[in-house]
């Protein structure tokens, strides 16, 4: 009797707590992935369990270390618009082949980015130049892009949509077409906005689910803003204190007085990109074919059946000013625990290798910017430092994952 008690009081439980199975991570943990035996733990989309949240709510309200959003607003939040966008946010019927939404690239529980490729795979397994970035908090973003180039997110969208290696749509009237004459599609967008779809809206829909994707209230904003010395460690202040002073990170990833985003919107040559550009490709690479297979191949062969990664040179593509050779926009750091691999082309995979990096003084070059240099930080400052930015994770975050596994996958069948 107390057993068969005991066992309903589980089971109960677990009906009511779904959430506790989000974990931010890639879907497929890879623990054992070089035994041959191993056996996959992802889900497929349809078993994944999520809570739909108000997302509404979550972009109108504050959160402590953000700004408020309406000295940065660029669509004024609205229930009906976010829905929208939240739905062709993860439709894959939005790609040329519909095969490819936003959400392949940016993917939700892996802090709405790629955690397994330093650069995402595109429309027919077309690479992509550069690492995806995070669109948590994108909405901060004064200027869009590794390189600046784009000003507001709802003009952004018409990159990805149309760019033959993302998801490589004919054209922005395929798009409109499309959304018409799905009845479902055409009647949110009457409703929302009193007119079928366009390029306006589809935009100003994608902008404002994202928008609406602001995550902070982590440990750090409780102790930094919110007064609470406990709610970092001593290992962690110590970070902080790093950050702020002999790492001078601080100089490039700002922190204000009310908030921070842990960015000065500037654009910066740190070497990483030199070094990338000037590296010399290895004869041969280890290529795992199977779990438990790993071969060496030619690069030659690798070349003649994939892509030969395109050259970047940074902002300089943009301004074709020499002086922007190789140099990006800082990143915010919110979250930066859940967005490996690391900087415009992934080369990091881990905030170690960042710190060490930053540490030797970036990669010299011609046009270094002056305020990477030398760090000499010891082995127990590294530590600390490392500890500092693992303190920046959203306490909302895995209520923002929660809602995308409850959104709508729009999908060939349906
Ligand atoms: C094939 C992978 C892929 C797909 C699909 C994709 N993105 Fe991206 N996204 C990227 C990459 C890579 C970048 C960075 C490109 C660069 O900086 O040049 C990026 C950049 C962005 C940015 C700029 C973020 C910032 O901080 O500057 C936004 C916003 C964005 N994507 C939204 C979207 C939306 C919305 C969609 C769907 C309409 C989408 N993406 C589809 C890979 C993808
Ligand atoms: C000169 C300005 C500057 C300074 C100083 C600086 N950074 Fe950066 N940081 C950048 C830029 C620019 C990038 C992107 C570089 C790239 O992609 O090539 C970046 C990237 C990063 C990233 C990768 C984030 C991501 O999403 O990919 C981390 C983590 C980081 N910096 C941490 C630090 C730490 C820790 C320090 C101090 C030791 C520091 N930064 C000092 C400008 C700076």
């Not at 972009?59 to 402590?64: C, T, Y």
């Not at 994707?213 to 970092?232: K, P, V």
């Not at 740190?270 to 030619?298: F, H, K, N, W």
Request: proline content about 5%; aromatic content about 8%; glycine content about 8%.
């Amino acid at each position: 009797m107390l057993i068969l008690a005991l066992l309903l009081m589980s089971v109960t439980v677990a009906l009511a707590e779904p959430m506790s199975d989000i974990r931010l991570a890639p879907g497929d943990s890879r623990q054992g992935y070089e035994r041959a035996d191993y056996v996959t733990d992802s889900l497929s989309i349809p078993a994944r369990q999520g809570i739909s949240a108000n997302l509404l709510a979550n972009a109108q309200s504050s959160h402590l270390g953000l700004p408020t959003l309406s000295s940065y607003e660029q669509e004024p939040p609205d229930a009906a618009v976010i829905e929208i966008g939240r739905k062709l946010f993860f439709d894959r019927r939005l790609s040329g082949n519909k095969t490819m939404s936003c959400a392949m690239c940016h993917i939700p529980e892996q802090g709405f980015t790629s955690n397994e490729l330093k650069r995402p795979i595109g429309f027919e397994g077309r690479g992509l130049k550069r690492n995806a970035p995070t669109l948590l908090n994108v909405v901060f973003n004064r200027r869009l892009f590794w390189d600046a180039r784009e000003s507001t997110l709802a003009q952004q969208v018409w990159s990805p949509l149309l760019a033959v290696n993302e998801m490589n749509n004919p054209s922005v009237g395929s798009v409109v077409d499309q959304l018409r004459k799905d009845t479902q599609y055409d009647k949110m967008f009457e409703q929302a906005f009193g007119e079928s779809a366009n390029m306006l809206n589809i935009g100003q829909a994608l902008a404002q689910y994202q928008q609406s994707l602001l995550a902070a209230d982590s440990r750090f904003d409780r102790w930094h803003f919110g007064g609470n010395r406990t709610s970092l460690n001593q290992l962690e202040q110590k970070g902080f204190e790093v950050f702020t002073g002999k790492g001078s990170c601080s100089s490039c990833h700002h922190i204000s007085d009310q908030h921070a985003l842990f960015t000065d919107h500037q654009l910066h040559n740190t070497g990483v990109g030199v070094e990338d550009s000037m590296r010399q490709t290895p004869d041969t690479i280890e290529v795992q074919l199977a779990p438990g297979v790993l071969v060496e191949v030619d690069q030659k062969l690798v070349s003649v059946v994939g892509e030969v990664k395109e050259n970047d040179l940074g902002r300089y593509e943009i301004t074709l000013n020499p002086k922007d050779r190789w140099k990006y926009r800082t990143p915010g750091l919110r979250n930066v625990a859940l967005t490996a691999p690391y900087m415009h082309n992934g080369e990091f995979l881990s905030l170690d290798e960042v710190i060490q990096f930053y540490n030797k003084g970036g990669v010299s070059n011609k046009m270094l910017s002056p305020l990477i240099r030398p760090l000499d930080l010891t082995i127990e400052e590294q530590t600390a430092l490392r500890a500092f930015l693992g303190s920046l994770t959203g306490s909302n975050v895995k209520d923002l994952v929660s809602d995308a596994f409850a959104a709508p996958v729009g999908d060939v069948s349906q």
